[in-house]
């Protein structure tokens, strides 16, 4: 029995233009999370035993037969190797047609459809035994702050345990992960579920073959996070600024040009503490987004308070549509202007605020076994909790890596 953690993230520099291979600065939300339980599945019926997945956040649970899944495999010859990370056409097919057409709501059957591919891709045939997948989420769904990149990692690590791969580093969960994204999003720049493996801030460009560039800020990057509840779709949105491209690549590829300029100024500043150019190019990043056609006045209403007040800069991050927003605050911000922020979005416009540092853990690893039988049985107790009965604050009591129960998390 054993967890698999791994955090959200914050783009602060080049969403979409990532999609371009331009480059794109972002970091781990360690704190916001995504926990992946793995435990025995408690037989329903003897002939048939299923495998699980239970989602409290999208208040679904879904069961597989085991020997549907088994002849599945048999049927097409899958998972030879999973050093050899690619996403094969036929088998989402399969997936598709065969085993997701009771699932009609497109949230469950995005997070059903990346679980059942990597499962089915990295779980071999004599290690497929009846299991129960719980998975809870701290930070918001479907909100830009990298959900599905959160579950693909957590996902891909616990499937690479059960195959007893033993792993060098953390780069094949980040390969296998990438995969998940793709089934989720379409296609992915793999900054999000780069950061949720590895943790830390980073600097990503899609295809560079040296890898990310880890970044270490000499002062911590601190901002304020709004989630306005506005739901939108990673995948649409990509889809619909790739349609853009498409209809006018002359003015667009230098704007995504442009971002990438932004991204790796936005990045030395960073670094440096330079904090005047980091909120110029946050307004100039949020500017180029809003061209692009991915806000929303709902977004819109987060920056034109932070203008109003002169507390900084805010800009939307991950796809936008919706989502989040972040603020970076100036240096003649006040406890009190922060506040009077923070209430009155939340006040009067029922949004959700975090003052959040930025950086930390990525993916990690619980075993439960070495926990006193109180301790797990008050974990496993987590996991069962009805969908909006989850209290995050909990969650984070007992499981937070680095957090106030202590648990040895290997990181
Ligand atoms: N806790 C969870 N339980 C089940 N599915 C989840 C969970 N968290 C994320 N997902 C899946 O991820 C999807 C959301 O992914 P999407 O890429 O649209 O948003 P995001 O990753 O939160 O934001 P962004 O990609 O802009 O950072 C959900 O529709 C669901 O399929
Ligand atoms: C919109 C996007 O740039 C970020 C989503 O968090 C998509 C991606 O990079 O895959
Ligand atoms: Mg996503």
């Known amino acids: 029995m054993f967890i698999t953690s791994a955090p959200g993230k914050v783009i602060i520099f080049g969403e979409h233009s990532a999609v371009y291979n331009k480059p794109a600065v972002a970091a781990a939300a360690s704190s916001l999370r995504s926990y992946l339980l793995v435990k025995p599945m408690e037989s329903i019926d003897d002939d048939e035993p299923v495998l699980q997945l239970n989602c409290p956040n999208l208040q679904f649970t879904f069961n597989w037969s085991m020997n549907q899944l088994l002849s599945i495999i048999d049927s097409h010859d899958l998972q030879k ?25 497109p949230l469950q059957r995005s997070a059903a459809q990346c679980f059942l591919y990597l499962y089915l891709s990295i779980v071999p045939r004599d290690k497929r035994t009846p299991l129960q997948f719980s998975l809870i989420s701290t930070l918001p769904v479907g909100a830009g702050l990298g959900s599905s990149a959160s579950i693909s990692v957590a996902l891909a690590q616990a499937f690479l345990k059960l195959n007893s791969v033993t792993l060098q580093d953390k780069s094949l969960i980040n390969q296998w992960a990438f995969i998940g994204e793709t089934c989720m999003h379409g296609t992915p720049s793999g900054i999000d579920n780069t950061i949720a493996t590895f943790g830390g801030a980073l600097q990503f460009t899609k295809g560079d073959p040296m890898g990310p560039k880890e970044l270490h800020p000499i ?36 704007l995504l040009d442009s971002m990438a300029t932004v991204a790796l ?26 061209s692009l056609g991915v806000s929303h006045p709902g977004l819109e209403v987060i920056r034109n308070l932070t203008t109003d007040l002169k ?38 416009f029922n949004y959700q605020t975090f003052e959040t540092a930025l950086g930390g853990f990525g993916c990690s690893l619980l075993e439960l076994d070495q926990l006193t039988p109180t301790r797990k049985q008050q974990i496993i107790e987590l996991f069962d909790v009805p969908g909006p009965k989850i209290s995050m604050e909990q969650v984070d009591n007992i499981l937070l890596p680095g957090g106030p129960a202590d648990l040895p998390w290997i990181l």
Not at 229 to 252: A, F, W
Not at 265 to 284: D, H, M, P, Y
């Open 311 to 348: 507390i900084g800069e805010t800009k939307l991050t991950g796809a936008g549509g919706g989502g989040c927003a972040l603020t970076f605050l100036n240096n003649s911000a006040t406890t009190i202007d922060v506040e009077q922020f923070r209430n009155t979005l939340q006040e009067k």
């Open 81 to 105: 190797d999973t050093d050899t990370v690619q996403l094969s056409n036929s088998l989402l097919n399969i997936i598709d047609t065969q085993l997701l057409s009771e699932i009609n709501n």
């Open 219 to 254: 002062k911590p990057i601190v901002a304020v996070l709004t989630y306005t509840k506005i739901p939108r779709s990673t995948k649409v949105l990509v889809e619909g600024v790739r349609e853009l491209y498409n209809t006018m690549p002359t003015i667009i590829e230098p």
């Open 265 to 290: 100024k936005g990045s030395t500043a960073l670094e440096n503490g330079q904090l005047e150019e980091v909120l110029q190019l946050v307004r100039i990043n949020h500017g180029q987004l809003v």
